[in-house]
């Protein structure tokens, strides 16, 4: 198939008009994938909040200063180790703090500060949330706070779990099905769930709606990540595929726009949804992969793909399908030889990763990449919010550094080597964290930059790996390899939720993780092999001796070149990649 791609693209062009079509059109829906990734950040956000009490205010007090209602006291600014002074109409005084309240026994004086008996109370009133900011949120629709917090910070890691669910179940579904299908049904699916959730009635509910939308927004990036790999050709490949992640940063810098602008939760949920509505409208426009119809001997339909995308590219003499399944059974004679291989090569599992000391390491080294990438990524992704200043902006700009960064991705790898490229950006998103910790935390746009300067180097790191897995393992065993290094990828989106909830522990504690995994994958990577400018291994034992090899760029052939052999293995031997965040 490798060969049979070759001429096609060389018969149509790699990259014509009829290709940026596609792409452009498929990568404009991956914005909303990076749009309900990042939506909780402002939808589930907790605002200040105390006790309800019983009745009507007259007076509150916090500290020496008084206001005739609970509102203007928000301005004053509370935090968990205050409590506000109320008086009601009928004379009470509470007491009110976060998670409980208080009813002086004396009431003669309205004071801020009392030493009498007072009688506890559970928060049977409900809350009363600060909305200068956020008119409403889901916390406090649904009263999750004190006992029920729990329940918020459950919003994300279950969404992170759909996205790992989503991208097994709709990875092989595209499979079998095909990959217009798929994309037409995700494509559906992220603006009906992105528009239930805004009409979900309870927590269980907005969980439940919120979990299929992870689904099938990972499924549309996994998909789509390998459907316009198939329609560009192998020199514009690299670049291509790499920028799907470009589009994704796109969504999370529309989600702070958005958020900056609509306050109301439900509202906010709406509008994200339909930043997308013209790509629903028009994606059954989109044609199925001639690969794939090849695949299922759909020759015909193929054909009829292959001479669309000649018309578009003003190509007046189109490859045809004959040709193409004529280079295909060539391929087959030839390598009949190594039917055993191939017959063997199905009986591979996960254990095949282990098989000797130098792949169990390279595999161990290579997973811990994936995981510490993903959690880095989120982890300066949801925490922006919190680093001071403007949150909107922060996430704006945490965004926006993503897209210069893949661009030096993709040079650095071609010029440098995917190794040489890999450890100083790990190493160096690891000082990073430690850099910011001795910030003084009233230096706001220090500590804004410092983490910006973060994600771009655990970006870069982040966007190249997926290349470089697929070059360091055998034919026998890379759709595994880079399978189980997905899978990692997504564990760490899982993960990192609960590390950014350990900034209440120690608001440094998820930058020392991070900075730890990075440091360590760092070291790690210094012992696997480069692989720019060195041929395709085919089995574990040239695999093996690869790492061996000292001469780590020793018969290094033309970058392009180099580019192009890894990315037929994109193309063809790892569909179940997702460009999943």
């Not at 149509?12 to 940026?20: D, N, P, V």
């Not at 013209?278 to 426009?285: E, G, I, Q």
Request: hydrophobic fraction near 50%; aromatic fraction near 14%.
């Amino acid at each position: 198939m490798a060969l049979s791609s070759e001429r096609l693209f060389d018969s149509l062009g790699h990259f014509g008009r009829f290709q940026a079509c596609v792409y452009f059109a498929s990568v404009f829906q991956a914005m909303s994938c990076g749009i309900h990734y990042l939506a909780s950040v402002f939808m589930a956000v907790t605002p200040n909040f105390v006790c309800g009490f019983p009745g009507n205010v007259s007076s509150v007090l916090f500290h020496n200063s008084s206001a005739s209602s609970i509102e203007d006291i928000w301005t004053l600014g509370t935090s968990t180790e205050n409590y506000i002074v109320v008086q009601l109409e009928n004379g009470e005084i509470w007491e009110l703090d976060q998670c409980s309240r208080s009813k002086r026994e004396v009431t003669l004086d309205l004071a801020y500060e009392y030493k009498g008996n007072k009688s506890v109370f559970p928060c049977s009133d409900g809350f009363l949330y600060d909305d200068t900011k956020w008119k409403s949120t889901v916390v406090t629709q649904w009263d999750l706070v004190c006992d029920r917090e729990w329940l918020a910070k459950l919003i994300q890691p279950t969404f992170m779990l759909g996205v790992l669910i989503g991208a097994v179940i709709f990875g092989d579904i595209a499979d079998r099905l095909g990959r217009q299908r798929v994309i037409w049904f995700t494509s559906a699916g992220q603006f009906v769930f992105g528009i239930a959730v805004a009409f979900t009635f309870d927590y269980y509910s907005f969980v439940i709606v919120r979990f299929l939308l992870a689904m099938v927004s990972s499924g549309y990036l996994v998909v789509a990540f390998v459907y316009v790999t198939e329609f560009v050709g192998i020199k514009a490949r690299t670049w291509a595929s790499m920028h799907v992640h470009a589009f994704f940063a796109v969504g999370i810098m529309i989600v702070a726009l958005v958020g900056f602008l609509v306050r109301t939760w439900w509202v906010y949920q709406i509008f994200l949804s339909i930043a997308t509505l013209p790509f629903v409208l028009c994606c059954w426009m989109l044609p199925e992969t001639p690969f794939w119809l090849l695949s299922e001997e759909r020759y015909e339909d193929a054909q009829k793909v292959i001479d669309t995308m000649a018309r578009w590219n003003k190509v007046s003499t189109p490859c045809k399908v004959s040709e193409l399944c004529s280079v295909q059974q060539d391929d087959v004679a030839s390598g009949r030889t190594g039917d055993d291989d191939t017959s063997s090569a199905k009986k591979h599992n996960i254990l095949d990763l282990f098989c000797n000391w130098q792949i169990a390491r390279r595999t161990i080294t290579v997973w811990l990449i994936w995981f510490t990438g993903s959690l880095g990524y989120y982890v300066f992704s949801l925490s922006s919010v919190s680093l001071g200043g403007n949150e909107y902006l922060n996430l704006f700009l945490i965004g926006a550094v993503e897209l210069p960064c893949y661009i030096i991705a993709c040079v650095a790898m071609d010029k440098l080597g995917r190794r040489n490229t890999l450890i100083p950006f790990l190493i160096l998103s690891a000082l990073i964290c430690v850099l910011i910790m001795f910030i003084p935390q009233d230096f706001n746009i220090l500590i804004i930059l410092a983490n910006m300067a973060g994600k771009f180097s655990i970006g870069v790191a982040f966007g190249l790996i997926y290349l470089y897995t697929a070059e360091l393992y055998p034919t026998t065993v890379r759709s595994l390899a880079v399978g189980s290094g997905s899978m990692m990828c997504r564990a760490g989106s899982v993960v990192a939720p609960f590390c950014v909830y350990l900034r209440s522990v120690w608001i440094f504690m998820p930058l020392l993780l991070v900075g730890i995994m990075a440091l360590l994958s760092g070291i790690l990577t210094i012992m696997l092999p480069e692989t720019l400018g060195k041929p395709l291994t085919n089995t574990l034992v040239e695999a093996t001796e690869m790492g061996r090899n000292k001469k780590s760029c020793s018969e290094k052939i033309p970058p392009a070149h180099s580019g192009a052999a890894s990315e037929k293995i994109e193309m063809f031997g790892q569909e179940r990649v997702s460009t999943d965040k």
